[in-house]
């Protein structure tokens, strides 16, 4: 996801329809970085694999709470509504296929990846943290 953040405030996208798609291009990348982390939580958890055409936005809900005995949090409340108009810029874009690409919507994007970002670093470094230990112990 950082690697994607910086690779999205790297160009502005205002630069033209090449600088426009580089951007947009990396934070769909980030949201789909994110998003399998997510799965790949659950799925290391054992839970149920998603199905159904919500969920995308379940999953992300979810992520906003703790399921006791298994896992904390790991989107910080904060954090949720940044993440939420990420995935919409991410169906948007996966789906606009013959709309311009609109220079501010991109920097807006780009600035709510970064506090989503930021807010969401601490949590999962921490989840991080914590699979590995459990590893260690394993």
Do not use: N
């Amino acid at each position: 996801m950082e690697r994607h953040l910086k690779d999205a405030s790297s160009a502005d996208p205002a630069q033209g329809a090449h600088a426009a798609a580089f951007v947009a291009l990396a934070l769909d990348h980030a949201y789909q970085a994110f998003e399998s982390m997510l799965v790949r939580v659950e799925q290391g958890l054992g839970l149920s694999p998603r199905t159904g055409s919500t969920w995308h936005r379940e999953i992300l809900a979810d992520a906003a709470t703790s399921i006791a005995a298994l896992r904390p949090a790991i989107v910080p409340l904060a954090a949720l509504a940044s993440w939420e108009a990420l995935l919409a810029f991410r169906h948007f874009l996966r789906h606009a296929y013959s709309v311009e690409l609109d220079a501010a919507r991109l920097r807006q994007a780009t600035a709510q990846l970064c506090r989503a970002v930021e807010a969401t670093a601490p949590s999962v470094a921490s989840l991080l943290g914590a699979l590995e230990a459990a590893g260690d112990t394993a």
